[in-house]
């Protein structure tokens, strides 16, 4: 049966969509960071000015006219900054209706979140519900899992262990970091050792199938979801390349942040190994693909 466990977090975590949130797209006031709902703002905006749609697109293709033809990056950073706001004050000449829009920004926004004090470009989305609300994914948390499990197997007494994570690190200090399929397969030996099932094709191991991998076998749920203006915040982020140095103008992101508690769920597929189990104790091989299945680096 699942049981209930409870992830804490030490430190903000951000999980991306690999969407970025445009100046234009929030609103930060006295440390709130508001995501902009625009059809809602914008439908406040027609109710005082019928001809706001046509006078909007104008404006935009203006604008995108205007970055493209700049070549001073502080006049495109402006431009991509003005907002909705802006357009009510400076095209519709309406600077009443900007304040009281501005003024209301929790009724115009999808969800709103601590942020720091200032902001100056796009921010990394956080992975979220459909109705907005922050969570962490199951499969993050396996992962999570299979890291505290590699580290807990090296820091034991197979020597053999160490020695395969060695030839993983000279391979990477003469890799391209540039080839993102072969940074991906990097510790893929370690993991075959520690974690892995294989298909034995007379003297070589075939680790190639995710499905013969042991955290198939952990079922993992996603945590409960929360409101973003209960675990979230916006964080600028510390950004460090390979050689030390610190990277400058690192985006900011959304996160959940540290101090949070969420609880999720943990099981076990046990058909999947009660299936292998049987097989063995009936001493016959379990096959795939005509190949005897070979799992872990113990005898089952």
Not at 11 to 34: D, Q
Not at 160 to 188: H, I, S, T
Not at 235 to 241: A, C, E, T
Request: glycine letters at 8%; charged letters at 25%; proline letters at 5%.
């Amino acid at each position: 049966m699942p049981q209930t466990l409870y992830l804490h977090t030490y430190s903000p975590i951000h999980i991306g969509t690999g969407a970025s949130l445009e100046p234009a797209e929030y609103e930060l006031v006295r440390g709130v960071f508001y995501r902009l709902h625009p059809e809602r703002l914008f439908g406040a905006v027609l109710d005082q000015h019928s001809d706001a749609s046509s006078r909007l697109m104008q404006w935009i293709e203006e604008r995108a006219k205007k970055q493209d033809r700049t070549v001073d990056n502080r006049v495109a950073s402006e431009l991509r900054r003005q907002s909705l706001f802006d357009f009510v004050e400076k095209q519709l000449y309406d600077a009443p209706l900007a304040r009281r829009l501005e003024n209301d920004l929790a009724a115009y926004s999808v969800y709103a979140m601590p942020g720091p004090a200032a902001l100056q470009s796009a921010v990394r989305e956080q992975l979220k519900t459909a109705t907005g609300e922050l969570y962490i994914p199951g499969s993050s948390i396996k992962g999570m899992l299979r890291t505290a499990l590699l580290y807990r197997a090296l820091k034991g007494p197979d020597p053999g262990l160490r020695g395969v994570l060695k030839q993983a690190l000279q391979r990477a200090a003469r890799m391209n970091w540039q080839d993102r399929q072969k940074r991906r397969k990097m510790a893929n030996d370690l993991e075959a050792r520690v974690l892995g099932c294989g298909v034995q094709n007379n003297r070589r191991m075939d680790y190639d199938d995710p499905r013969f991998s042991l955290t198939r076998f952990l079922v993992v749920s996603d945590t409960e979801a929360r409101p973003a203006a209960e675990i979230g915040r916006v964080v600028n982020v510390d950004l460090y390349l390979l050689d030390g140095q610190k990277q400058n103008q690192a985006p900011p992101v959304e996160a959940i942040r540290e101090g949070v508690t969420l609880p999720f769920r943990l099981g076990i597929d046990l058909a999947g190994l009660r299936e292998i189990l049987e097989g063995i104790r009936q001493q016959r091989s379990v096959k795939i693909g005509g190949n005897r299945l070979v799992l872990g680096t113990e005898a089952w």
